[in-house]
């Protein structure tokens, strides 16, 4: 905790007895804290208040005497006096109650909301108990899908703005409106636009009475059937937090619980529903082993466990440490996790471990830099800058906190992204660097923040500018060829970064930059090199993007190369007994990553490759490698909750594992916020929890390894022992924080520089900038454009969608159909160019292979380029791109 | 108008109006009486939309005066005219317009054309018969107080209007009336014209602020109060009617003390009131300010004539549809807002609805309530739900099957709108409806749809139970006299 202001308070009088109120604070949320609730249906805490219902009626006297107030909307003064249980009060509240009831079908008992519903609970306790209205009711047809997933039910609607508020002000998706007026007004969507809204299900959570409902969770429970676990959302690194729903051993919904710090009870619709795919009945029941590749039959059979893990043991007792590799781990609580670095590094010995897939952050980065939490990249008044995915489409809900800082709290948004995200419109300054020079924009952008190397660049004359540099003509010759190459840049010119530079010179309430992988089809290390460059700005905190569920967490619990809990290299692992004695032994020397892994096993020197709930050939950003990897490695092991396309292909042996929702343990989100994950259900079949299948493995291979490692608290006790940086990581902070988790110190967080990497600069990668008259450098040719581009050329961009081809969304009855088609995007400015008619079915081809695709024109496309999404259905763009390339040019013919 | 009062009942004959009589035939509803004429003075001309007629009858003379003058004195000048407010509020514009915080620019000043109250139909008579002299108004304003923006707001059902402020903007911008650089100096104005899209809502100016920028006409929260503050777009806003603007070209040319001279010390000036209903001579009459009494405008020889032959007076609305309703004992009252407000109603947009004796005073109260439950904006729930349930049950007692409980159930709804217990008008008690009304609601339209229930209720109580005992079903539709039977 920052110290805070001295807090200064309103004092106000709730039905006679002295309450203290926060300046600016509405009344109803005053008199909550003091205990006094006020029945509302439209306000909500995280949203401006409207004032519709007139539920809150109170009397107030702000010195004129008593008057009916909508305490949702009077902000408390000092003196004021309010009475919440006059006369007057009850008889309006009573009044709103009827008028809301006369039109309600009263149809509880077939209501999905009965039990849990506002409307219901207000009524019995301040509601008349008779009805004077008999005339007929209002009448709609019912209920009307007004999404893939979500219901209508206008009958039972009391018009309340909640779920239109939300999606206008909140989600910025204003797909549902008022329409008509008076006694006809009623919610919904303009004619052929359905509200197709990533956050629609909030909607549904939000409701007052039970007209928003959503297809998961329709006509399946009773809410006092219901019991529930507050436990955090896998699906993407924020670790929204969320309560997890359960009846007869199922889990059937997932709500957002409102911690202040992360997700403010918001939820995307796919850490809302994704649980469907828990449920599916694809879930690995039991162990399954084939035969090796070659022989004949290539059928799996059921094993037992025991088979199953002593087949696993056997492989890995034959093979030699630098032969074993580990892929994937981001799915794993932090206890799975480190018992997996565990068994991986401290018991076969082998570093040649990565949880990420090629597609992530240098561990070195995300472990390294100075941290921010969400909070920061939202304090009001901040800045922020993005170099990273498109927070709407890969981190949701932190896209909705950034969204509100930015249109509430006076946040600014520079953005470097290769295409127009879901904030652009609303940033200050949009840089669309070509592929392949990002690092050199971010440098450009960087130098430029130094107004007296911005200046000197800018004079005529080199030398004349080196003079008025003095001391820092090295950046100012820098600036200089930094800005050559990112000018080049399609949607950048000089001004542009300049004006960029300058409103990051200007940050006043602190700056953070919100650091991610952008197109997958530039390579990782164009990362490491704009980080280096943005530590240069002063004070600059940094918030990982990273993709996978518990990224973070994999990455603190040693899951990538040269790196063990603690954020430590081998190399600084003390002599004698490592890591507190816990460990038996440590690998010999640093590993490889992921794609040496692959690459290693392409050559057939990897014998037993373990895929911890990874499936290369659709998320590496090789397929091609991947696949020849997958074929390569010897024995392949999985651990997963699904067989997918990789495990078809090549495993030998499957170890089926318990789901987020069926094992206790933790979550690390992209913060370092360490939160709970609870079991509510038992596995399918005889799943077992990840942690437990290392635990049994490391029994196998070392006996006593793992003695007392039981249940995931002792494992956490263990981690909390062997790593500094989880040291607060106790029981007691756990409960105390249940709801918003305990903040693992990042670098920089004490003040200390350089962090964990002792001060060094790192290295520049060994890439070259991209070559800035393009691939073939054709400028003898009058009619290419001046990109360097020939006819029909373009670079490829591929970033990742919420809705994709991906395994889990697959078994999400709610979600499947909802992966756009493939897209071949480029900006309209290059419709000529592309020598197909916009529309037509293409195939995108590189050097390294094509997918189909329908070409489409996208203004927020920069000319140039061509974006597909990572994983569209049936059209993966890991066959386009070859690992290690910096750019990736594609054509587009006709088929 | 042609047609009978909004409150229903039997269908008076139209009066004659080709045959002089006061009625112009090119300015249908208009009366020109004996008086003084300081804004209908050019109605009297079949052309007096045209700029042509307009410069030949002083006009822009007024804009030339303001120019001559600093901003600050032509604001000095209308502060101390005590010029009111002719919207329904009755606000002093000078005073209105000092509520513009300095500093906070581009201020904007927005006309509010939107007249929809029930009985109202002056300002679509300003807007089509004198265009230049609201667009004068509007100058006026602007140089004033030191705006250059000013969005005139056109009712969307009043075409004609619409065409000639068009028209006439087009005629001012090219003789260099409006635009950069007016008369030559240096003082610039863009005005626009916009027009709404049928909500009675939106001559609230907050929910017409909304309108005008594209959203929902929905009242805006309060505080702030004045659009003043927080405005169109979130600046600081001028809204003012347009008849109150349309006063400032006389204004400025004869001055406030010329201005005083007419109506009374506290309402001074002239108004112009629409008279509607059972009489021998309805019309727009413009009347000197404050020092008329209803009696003499509905009876008076020079106004509206009494009622039509053979009928008594029954009830009349006092400021149109939203008002409270008076009676016989009422009469003496002066058209001014004060000693209105005091027995209990308000002067409003100065409509003024006249019953005669042949009137159904439940059916005439349904008429009003079915009014405001259509044009309730949805937001509240109270006069969402309730206008319509009142006129439901109103409708109910109409079609004879109405419940002796009826009566204390539509009270007790009009109470959970406009909650009581009212504040007794200095008046009388018994009649008097709650003025100002307490509210359930943002805005006053619910209370508006409780006023005539309750005022008829109080007064004709026999009425109700008449109808709920003996179950006859009343004729809901009117029938225009002389239309085929």
Same mark, same amino acid.
């Given at each position: ?12 009088? !709730?039905?006679?007895? *002295? ?34 219902? /007139? ?18 909307? $009077? ?18 509240? #009573? ?255 082998? #570093? ?9 952050? #240098?561990?070195?980065? $995300? ?11 939202? /304090? ?71 107004? +007296? ?12 500018? *080196? ?79 990273? /993709? ?24 600084? !692992? ?30 057939? +020197? ?16 090789? /397929? ?11 024995? $392949? !092991? ?25 094992? #206790? ?87 200390? *520089? ?81 020598? $197909? ?59 | ?110 006309? &509010? ?24 108004? %509007? ?30 903007? &087009? ?11 007016? %008369? ?69 040319? &004869? ?16 108004? =112009? ?41 029954? =009830? ?29 109603? =308000? ?68 109470? &959970? ?25 943002? %805005? ?29 079903p009343i004729p809901l539709e009117v029938v225009p006299a002389g239309a085929p039977q």
């Amino acid at each position: 905790m920052t110290a805070t202001e001295p807090e200064t308070t309103v004092e106000i009088t !709730v039905d006679g007895a *002295a309450v203290d109120a926060k300046p600016g604070e509405m009344l109803i949320a005053a008199c909550e804290r003091s205990g006094t609730y006020i029945p509302r249906f439209c306000y909500h805490s995280r949203m401006s208040p409207v004032g519709m219902c /007139r539920m809150c009626l109170v009397e107030v006297d702000t010195g004129r005497g008593f008057a009916l107030q909508p305490s949702c909307m $009077v902000p408390v003064s000092e003196g004021m006096k309010v009475s919440t249980e006059s006369e007057a009060a009850k008889k309006a509240q #009573d009044g709103v109650l009827e008028f809301l009831l006369i039109n309600h079908p009263l149809d509880c008992p077939v209501c999905d909301k009965g039990g849990e519903c506002p409307l219901q609970d207000q009524t019995m306790a301040y509601g008349p108990g008779e009805t004077r209205f008999v005339e007929e009711k209002r009448h709609f047809p019912k209920p009307i899908a007004i999404s893939e997933t979500v219901f209508l039910d206008r009958e039972r609607c009391i018009l309340c703005d909640r779920c239109t508020r939300f999606a206008d002000e909140v989600a910025g998706d204003a797909l549902i409106h008022f329409m008509g007026r008076g006694n006809h007004t009623e919610v919904n969507t303009f004619t052929g636009e359905p509200f197709a809204s990533y956050f629609s299900g909030n909607t549904v959570q939000i409701c007052p009475v039970g007209a928003l409902t959503a297809a998961p969770y329709r006509f399946k429970a009773r809410p006092w059937d219901l019991t529930e676990s507050l436990s955090t959302a896998w699906v993407d690194s924020l670790g929204s937090r969320v309560a997890v729903q359960a009846s007869r051993n199922r889990v059937l919904r997932v709500l957002g619980a409102d911690a202040d710090a992360v997700n403010w009870g918001w939820l995307s619709d796919k850490e809302r529903f994704g649980f469907e795919a828990l449920n599916s009945e694809a879930r690995l029941p039991a162990p399954k082993i084939r035969a090796e590749a070659d022989s004949d039959s290539r059928e799996f059979r059921r094993a037992g466990w025991g088979e199953a893990l002593e087949a696993v043991a056997d492989a890995l007792r034959a093979a030699s440490p630098e032969r074993v590799a580990v892929l994937g781990g981001a799915r794993l609580t932090n206890e799975a996790q480190y018992m997996w670095a565990k068994l991986a590094k401290g018991v076969v010995g082998t #570093d040649n471990v990565d949880s990420q897939l090629g597609d992530g952050l #240098d561990p070195r980065l $995300v472990l390294g830099l100075p941290r921010a939490t969400i909070d920061d990249a939202c /304090r009001p008044g901040g800045t922020v800058l993005l170099v990273g995915p498109d927070p709407k489409e890969e981190l949701p809900t932190l896209y909705l906190r950034l969204r509100h800082a930015i249109v509430n709290d006076g946040v600014r948004l520079v953005e470097v992204t290769p295409h127009a995200t879901g904030l652009s419109h609303l940033a200050e300054h949009s840089l669309r660097p070509r592929p392949g020079t990002t690092a050199e924009l971010v440098r450009a952008l960087v130098l430029a923040t130094d107004p +007296d190397v911005l200046r000197s660049a800018a004079m005529e004359e080199p030398v004349l500018g *080196a003079l008025a540099a003095g001391s820092k003509s090295d950046r100012v010759s820098e600036l200089r060829a930094a800005l050559t190459t990112a000018e080049t840049s399609f949607g950048t010119d000089r001004a542009g970064i300049e004006s960029a530079a300058r409103a990051l010179s200007g940050a006043q309430g602190g700056l953070v930059a919100v650091l991610g992988r952008m197109s997958l089809a530039e390579p990782a290390d164009i990362l490491d090199d704009a980080a280096r460059d943005l530590s240069r700005l002063p004070s600059v905190r940094v918030l990982p993007a990273l /993709r996978r569920g518990n990224a973070m967490g994999a990455l603190e619990a040693g899951l990538a190369p040269d790196l063990v809990p603690g954020r430590m290299r081998l190399e600084e !692992v003390g002599d004698g007994a490592p890591l507190a004695g816990c460990w038996p032994r440590l690998p010999a020397s640093p590993g490889l990553d992921a794609s040496g892994i692959l690459r290693a096993a392409a050559r057939g +020197d990897i014998d037993v490759l373990v895929l911890l709930g990874a499936d290369p050939l659709n998320d590496f950003v090789d /397929r091609d490698l991947a696949y020849r990897g997958l074929r390569g490695a010897s024995v $392949v !092991v999985a651990v997963d909750l699904f067989e997918n396309d990789s495990v078809s292909l090549a495993a030998r042996i499957v170890l089926p594992a318990a789901g987020p929702t069926e094992c #206790d343990g933790t979550f690390t989100n992209l913060e370092g916020r360490v939160s709970i994950m609870s079991r509510k259900v038992t596995p399918p079949g005889t799943a077992r929890a990840d942690w437990m299948i290392a635990a049994d493995l490391s029994e196998r291979l070392e006996p006593g390894s793992t003695d007392g490692l039981d249940p995931p608290q002792a494992i956490r006790a263990e981690l909390a022992r062997v790593s500094e940086v989880h040291a607060p990581l106790t029981e007691e902070a756990l409960t105390q924080n249940h709801l918003e988790g305990v903040l693992l110190a990042g670098v920089g967080a004490t003040g200390e *520089a350089g962090g964990w990497h002792g001060g060094k600069e790192w290295r520049r990668s060994r890439r070259q900038a991209a070559p800035v008259t393009g691939p073939a450098g054709r400028e003898d040719d009058p009619e290419a454009p001046a990109e360097g581009l020939n006819e029909g050329e373009f670079l490829l961009v591929a970033t990742r969608t919420m809705y994709d081809d991906g395994m889990m969304l697959r078994h999400c009855p709610s979600s499947r159909d909802l992966a756009a088609a493939a897209a071949a995007r480029i900006n309209p400015a290059d419709a000529d160019r592309a020598g $197909v008619e916009v529309g037509a079915a293409v195939r995108v081809v590189s050097d390294f292979g094509h997918i189909e695709a329908t070409l489409t024109t996208d203004a927020g496309v920069p000319a140039g380029s061509l974006r597909v999404d990572w994983l569209a259905p049936g059209a993966p763009a890991n066959r386009l791109i070859a690992a290690g390339t910096d750019v990736t040019v594609v054509r587009v013919e006709a088929w | 108008m042609g047609t009978p009062s909004a409150a229903g009942g039997h269908p008076a004959p139209l009066p004659d109006r080709s045959a002089g009589d006061g009625y112009l035939p090119h300015a249908p509803g208009y009366v020109l009486n004996d008086g003084p004429k300081l804004i209908t003075g050019r109605f009297v001309h079949e052309d007096s939309f045209t700029l042509a007629r307009y410069e030949s009858t002083g006009g822009y003379e007024g804009l030339r005066a303001a120019l001559e003058m600093t901003p600050a004195a032509v604001h000095d000048e209308v502060r101390s005219a005590t010029l009111l407010g002719r919207g329904g509020a009755g606000f002093p514009a000078g005073v209105k317009w000092g509520f513009l915080p300095p500093g906070k620019h581009p201020y904007y000043l927005v006309v &509010n054309g939107d007249e929809s109250e029930p009985g109202t139909y002056k300002d679509r008579l300003l807007m089509e018969r004198d265009p230049h002299q609201l667009i004068e108004g %509007c100058l006026i304003a602007c140089y004033a107080l030191g705006l250059q923006q000013c969005f005139l707001y056109v009712r969307g059902e009043m075409a004609l209007a619409q065409e000639r402020i068009a028209a006439a903007l &087009n005629e001012a911008y090219e003789a260099g009336y409006v635009g950069r650089g007016i %008369c030559g100096r240096d003082f610039s104005v863009d005005i626009v014209m916009a027009w709404g899209a049928g909500a009675y809502i939106v001559g609230e100016e907050t929910a017409l602020i909304e309108s005008l920028e594209g959203r929902r006409g929905m009242p805006r929260l309060k505080p702030p109060y004045f659009p003043a503050a927080v405005g169109l777009y979130g600046q600081p806003t001028i809204v003012n009617n347009v008849e109150t603007l349309s006063n400032l070209p006389w204004l400025m040319v &004869n001055g406030a003390d010329a201005y005083k001279g007419f109506g009374s010390e506290s309402s001074p000036g002239t108004r =112009m009131f629409a008279v509607s209903g059972h009489l021998r001579r309805p019309g727009v009459y413009e009347v000197e300010h404050g020092v008329t009494t209803f009696r003499e405008l509905i009876y008076g020889d020079n106004f509206c004539r009494g009622i039509r032959d053979g009928h008594e007076l029954k =009830m009349f609305i006092p400021g149109g549809g939203s008002a409270p309703w008076f009676f016989e004992d009422h009469l003496d009252l002066p058209l001014e807002a004060r000693p209105v407000g005091a027995a209990g109603s =308000m002067l409003g947009s100065g409509a003024i609805v006249v019953m005669d004796d042949t009137t159904d005073a439940v059916r005439a109260a349904w008429r009003v309530v079915k009014f405001f439950a259509r044009e309730s904006c949805g937001k509240c729930t109270p006069c969402r739900e309730g206008t319509t349930w009142l006129e439901q049950i109103l409708r109910r007692i109409l079609d004879g099957e109405g419940r002796p409980s009826d009566i204390d159930l539509l009270l007790d709804i009009g109470d &959970n709108i406009s909650p009581g217990p009212y504040p007794v008008a200095a008046h009388d008690g018994a009649d008097a409806v709650p003025f100002p009304p307490r509210q359930t609601t943002i %805005c006053p339209l619910g209370p508006s749809a409780v006023a005539p229930v309750v005022s008829t209720i109080r007064r004709f109580r026999e009425e109700y139970e008449s109808k709920i005992t003996r179950r006859d079903p009343i004729p809901l539709e009117v029938v225009p006299a002389g239309a085929p039977q």
